[in-house]
């Protein structure tokens, strides 16, 4: 019986289906990276994640209602036109 040697991480999230999976968080982590540098330091800690979607709209995740509330007037800020903000499930 012959032993394969491990498979290191990197290797399994380079390549096929996971591939896809891996480009696409890097994407919406850069995403995020960017849009949390335009806003208020106090906003930025409520940012969970940024994102695009396929019409080009700017869709945030804030942790909370109220700092969602305070994010839905950000476009101008954010250099966007279209807006969609959403709350953390659950919080």
Same mark, same amino acid.
């Given at each position: ?15 096929? #289906?996971l %591939?896809?999976?891996?480009q =696409? @968080? &890097?994407r919406?982590?850069?995403? $995020?990276?960017?849009? #949390?540098? %335009?806003?208020?330091?106090? =906003? @930025? &800690?409520?940012l969970?994640?940024? $994102? ?40």
């Amino acid at each position: 019986m012959t032993r394969k040697s491990p498979i290191h991480l990197a290797e399994i999230l380079g390549t096929g #289906r996971l %591939l896809g999976l891996t480009q =696409e @968080a &890097e994407r919406r982590r850069t995403t $995020t990276e960017r849009v #949390r540098a %335009l806003l208020p330091a106090d =906003e @930025a &800690e409520h940012l969970v994640s940024a $994102t695009t979607d396929d019409a080009g709209e700017l869709v945030l995740v804030m942790d909370s209602p109220a700092w969602a509330a305070k994010a839905r007037y950000r476009a101008a800020d954010l250099g966007v036109e279209r807006l969609r903000v959403r709350v953390l499930p659950g919080r």
